[in-house]
């Protein structure tokens, strides 16, 4: 990122993140269909994802919080990057833009990744082999800087983990989502220095 991504419009920011996530939601279906892979099929909501969804949301968060609170090491410099990086491109969006976008990333890329690579590879590698390619994966797609692919790729790890108690993608879609909406309120709120990692890095 640059400067010249900073100085984007709020429109044009909420255009690009939507775009981002849209389109992998869109990937995955795409390359789910040629490859014969029932990726919608695994979107079965019911009451029981959605409460393990809001559990999980509540467990991200507050690793999110520990390392806010304990900003030693790498965790340290994490923050540092997110609050000179990630939270300029930000400050420009109202709460509905950051819901949208949250919205978006929990489908389109709980689709991708946990859906499309995590149930594809588990057909031929078995679950726990798929659950960790999946989850570097998915820290790879957010390698900002090494600190945040390892953040990632264990958030990816417990949202992985989350599809193989369930079955399904509906807590992966509903924590995933929800983290990120709560992150960037955080993120984004005025008068603090709230310096917030999280799965978005390039939304």
């Not at 994802?49 to 509540?58: D, M, Y």
């Not at 929990?106 to 946990?114: D, N, P, Q, T």
């Not at 957010?142 to 108690?165: I, P, S």
Request: proline fraction near 4%; glycine fraction near 14%; charged fraction near 15%.
């Amino acid at each position: 990122m640059n400067g010249s991504v900073f100085s984007l419009s709020r429109r044009q920011i909420l255009v690009l993140a939507v775009g981002v996530e849209a389109g992998m939601g869109l990937l995955a279906l795409g390359l789910g269909w040629f490859f014969h892979l029932p990726v919608t099929e695994w979107v079965r909501p019911d009451a029981t994802g959605i409460v393990l969804g809001v559990v999980g949301v509540t467990v991200l968060f507050g690793i999110l919080l520990l390392c806010r609170r304990f900003p030693v090491g790498p965790i340290g410099r994490l923050m540092r990057f997110v609050d000179a990086t990630v939270k300029p491109l930000f400050l420009k969006c109202r709460p509905v833009d950051l819901l949208l976008i949250a919205i978006l990333a929990g489908v389109g890329e709980e689709l991708l990744f946990r859906g499309l690579i995590q149930g594809g590879l588990a057909q031929w590698w078995g679950e726990w082999p798929a659950l960790g390619v999946a989850s570097v994966v998915f820290g790879l797609a957010h390698c900002m800087t090494r600190e945040y692919a390892v953040f990632a790729t264990v958030l990816g790890f417990l949202l992985g983990w989350l599809v193989l108690v369930t079955g399904d993608l509906t807590a992966a879609i509903v924590a995933h989502a929800g983290y990120d909406f709560a992150a960037l309120l955080l993120l984004t709120k005025k008068g603090g220095d709230d310096e917030v990692p999280g799965p978005e890095g390039r939304d």
